[in-house]
């Protein structure tokens, strides 16, 4: 299989039935690339990876990682390194960041550790491990890295993440914008998107009212599915989007337009 794999493509917080980042890694693979799945449970990533890699004929594994620590994402990128290495694939070419956890309580119930976690999974997680795959990318002279931020960061605050999400998410925005300017004409590429309300299993177990309220708040009078976020995320790794750095893309609907 290997010797028609072109790139491979890692994924932070994969595994999750109905999310994003399983749509996404599933769209890699559809497209030839080969699948890397780095997510807290790495039984779980190994098992979604070989059933994705089965399905589409295409190298894919996974492996643990804690993206909050860097022990773990030097541990797990040492992992990749030597499986990409064994199997004779292409070093890394693109990167998409969508570990990330959220914050439901009111500002004032936020107490620090709470308030630290979030910045350490969905902030720091996005550093560590942007900072442990750059490398190779550079020194190949191609990358793409796409950030999962949210339209929180926007609008401040909604449903699932309030003020620690929405400001973390928001740093999100200023990293991806500060590392294109500095990767410059490295052929690296970092982008951002802002997904709004979308049909993953966070969701499962809503009101048909519930549901209703939140379409009537999204101009485009619906939720966004997995795999229309993916398909942005998939484009933006390719050779047709050379030339967007430092952009944030609003996959949302219109939301952000509120």
């Known amino acids: 299989m290997s ?5 491979t493509a890692v994924l932070t917080g994969a595994t999750s039935e109905r999310g994003i980042g ?6 890699y693979a559809r497209e030839g690339w080969a699948v890397v799945i780095l997510d807290l449970d790495g039984e779980k990533s190994a098992k979604v990876a070989a059933e994705i890699g089965n399905e589409f004929n295409v190298p894919a ?23 990409v290495a064994a199997s004779n694939l292409p070093t890394v070419g693109a990167l998409v960041n969508i570990a990330g956890i959220t914050s439901p309580v009111s500002f004032l119930e936020t107490t620090l550790e709470l308030w630290n976690k979030i910045f350490a ?3 720091t997680g996005t550093y560590l491990v942007t900072k442990a795959f750059l490398p190779e990318m ?18 401040g605050g909604g449903v699932f993440g309030k003020v620690p999400y929405s400001s973390a998410k928001a740093a999100i925005l200023g990293f991806t914008k ?14 951002a998107i802002t997904p709004g309300a979308v049909d993953t299993n966070i969701r499962v177990g809503s009101t048909d ?35 967007l750095t430092g952009t944030t893309v609003d996959i949302n609907g219109g939301s952000h337009l509120h």
Request: hydrophobic share 45%; aromatic share 4%.
């Open 61 to 83: 594994f996974g492996h643990a990682v804690d993206v909050a620590s860097e022990d773990s994402v030097t541990a797990a990128h040492g992992a990749v390194q030597a499986e």
């Open 138 to 155: 550079i020194s190949s002279g191609w990358g793409r890295i796409v950030n999962m931020s949210s339209v929180s960061a926007q609008r």
């Open 22 to 27: 399983l749509a996404t890694a599933r769209r």
């Open 178 to 191: 500060a590392l294109a300017r500095e990767l410059g004409d490295s052929g690296v590429t970092i982008n």
């Open 3 to 7: 010797n028609t794999i072109q790139r």
């Open 209 to 243: 009212e519930q549901e209703a309220a939140l379409a009537r708040d999204i101009p485009v009078g619906r939720t966004a599915t997995t795999e229309e976020i993916a398909a942005v995320i998939t484009f933006l790794s390719s050779d047709d989007a050379a030339y």
């Open 121 to 123: 999974v969905n902030a």
